[in-house]
């Protein structure tokens, strides 16, 4: 069973920049939850993808934008960055969009200079 | 944003002692997870638990579900160096699409 992978691992970009995260989906899994997890903070929820389409949203702005593929793999992209969203974003996979439990990969770690 | 309140904070024990630590919340949660977080690392699932009241165990590691459905407990039997690492829970309410992570427990195990 393949684990949930996400690129790349570390990242720097400068403010105003856009990036762009991938997450590949645990076997099986058919959604994907994405979370920003500030430094000695736990995770905060940005969205979650079921069916290729938002199922819905934590409080982030617009500049924060996803997609979901056919085969279930995510990206997260950040337009306009700031230096507040320097974190450590991670991707979570689950076997539905409801309670069920999610895997999360070991993320992506941004730093905005 | 929104997180649960996790207890202790942070804690240091001795190899060998049992841990305990606790999540509260001010909304009625359906589910409760636990996780460990090792640094560098994303948060690992260790427990799941779906009814009140419920008492589930993963080797060392029991959690329970509150009767009251805001709060959830972890322990720790017998510590070893490796529990070394972050604690958190996450809520899911009956009806959303999202899991609300606690403010975490650093556990830190003297040999």
């Known amino acids: 069973e393949t684990g949930v992978t996400q690129s790349p691992t570390h990242l720097i970009k400068t403010r105003g920049q856009q990036v762009t995260l991938r997450c590949s989906s645990q076997?099986?899994?058919?959604?994907v939850s994405w979370y920003q997890q500030a430094l000695g903070q736990g995770p905060q929820f940005i969205f979650q993808?079921?069916?290729?389409?938002?199922?819905g949203r934590g409080n982030f702005p617009p500049r924060f934008s996803g997609l979901q593929f056919p085969n279930y793999s995510s990206e997260l992209n950040v337009n306009a960055l700031e230096l507040d969203d320097s974190a450590l974003y991670l991707c979570?996979?689950?076997?539905?969009?409801?309670?069920?439990?999610?895997?999360f990969g070991d993320g992506t770690r941004l730093s905005i200079l | 944003g929104q997180q649960l309140n996790q207890s202790p904070q942070s804690m240091f024990i001795q190899e060998g002692e049992d841990v305990s630590m606790n999540c509260t919340s001010s909304?009625?949660?359906?589910?409760w997870l636990w996780y460990k977080q090792d640094p560098g690392e994303g948060p690992v699932l260790l427990i799941a638990?779906?009814?009140?009241?419920e008492l589930t165990s993963n080797g060392r590691l029991t959690a329970q579900f509150g009767i009251t459905r805001k709060d959830s407990f972890l322990n720790i039997s017998a510590s070893i160096p490796s529990d070394v690492g972050i604690y958190f829970c996450?809520?899911?309410?009956?009806?959303?699409?999202?899991?609300?992570f606690g403010t975490g427990t650093r556990l830190k195990v003297l040999a």
């Open positions: 979570a996979s689950s076997s539905g969009p409801k309670d069920q439990p999610q895997h």
């Open positions: 076997s099986g899994h058919n959604t």
């Open positions: 993808y079921y069916r290729e389409e938002e199922n």
């Open positions: 909304s009625i949660f359906n589910t």
């Open positions: 638990l779906y009814k009140a009241g």
């Open positions: 996450a809520g899911h309410t009956s009806g959303t699409y999202k899991y609300i």
